[in-house]
């Protein structure tokens, strides 16, 4: 059985930098194919992509937010790691992260972040 | 990227048929077999329901099915029920990038 779930502070203050860590189980990210994704979804709106890191380290980053994010996987310890800089309450939302083929999933059970002072 | 149009809302009464659209350009829709479509219902995560346009994972009703036509895809609920009560969303890949849909609400009438 393959679960996701995500962590980190669930407050953040403007102009913060935010780092979330998705730990997983029931799949390595050192095998061929594997890739692991975050998604957000500010309230009552739609899931906007964010980015996605491949088994080899592969990297892929939303064009319009790609100068804020980084992503980074951690194989032994079976985690990926998503860093935000620069956080504006526009970016309140629940961030999720997720399985990916061409496809997402299963999908964690998210982590509504707040951007306030 | 630019997010997939989808109606804001459908509704139907149960043991009817819906069809929400998911409309794209050449790049997107057009350009890959590579639609998904998700269901979420309130205060949950997305679930996964179609997957390349028209798969069903295993575990999800066959009364949901998948097309494509063009730029546009498209998700049918048969015989609708009171669970399916839910927002959809789609998500199509677009080269390096992945697009979502702008959701849809259906209401089970």
């Known amino acids: 059985q393959i679960t996701l779930k995500e962590s980190g502070p669930t407050l953040v203050k403007p102009t913060q930098t935010l780092t979330l860590t998705c730990t997983f189980s029931?799949?390595?990210?050192?095998?061929?194919?594997?890739?692991v994704g975050w998604i957000r979804q500010p309230p009552g709106k739609a899931p906007e992509w964010l980015a996605l890191?491949?088994?080899?380290?592969?990297?892929r980053y939303s064009p319009s937010l790609k100068n804020r994010l980084t992503i980074t996987k951690d194989t032994s310890k079976n985690q990926v790691v998503l860093t935000m800089t620069n956080m504006d309450p526009v970016d309140t939302a629940t961030y999720y992260c997720?399985?990916?083929?061409?496809?997402?999933?299963?999908w964690g059970q998210g982590i509504l972040v707040t951007v306030s002072s | 990227q630019s997010a997939l149009t989808q109606p804001a809302s459908v509704s139907g009464s149960p043991g009817q048929s819906i069809t929400i659209s998911c409309t794209g350009t050449?790049?997107?829709?057009?350009?890959?077999?590579?639609v998904s479509w998700y269901q979420q219902h309130p205060g949950k995560a997305p679930k996964l329901m179609i997957y390349?346009?028209?798969n069903r994972p295993s575990g999800v009703s066959n009364r949901f099915s998948g097309s494509w036509s063009g730029t546009t895809a498209s998700l049918t609920i048969s015989g609708l029920q009171t669970e399916d009560e839910a927002d959809y969303y789609c998500?199509?890949?677009?080269?390096?990038?992945?697009?979502f849909g702008t959701g849809t609400k259906v209401t089970v009438l």
């Open positions: 050449s790049s997107d829709v057009g350009g890959y077999n590579y």
């Open positions: 890191i491949y088994w080899d380290d592969d990297k």
């Open positions: 998500s199509s890949y677009i080269g390096s990038s992945i697009s």
């Open positions: 029931g799949f390595s990210l050192s095998t061929s194919g594997v890739s």
């Open positions: 390349d346009v028209s």
């Open positions: 997720a399985q990916r083929e061409r496809w997402f999933d299963p």
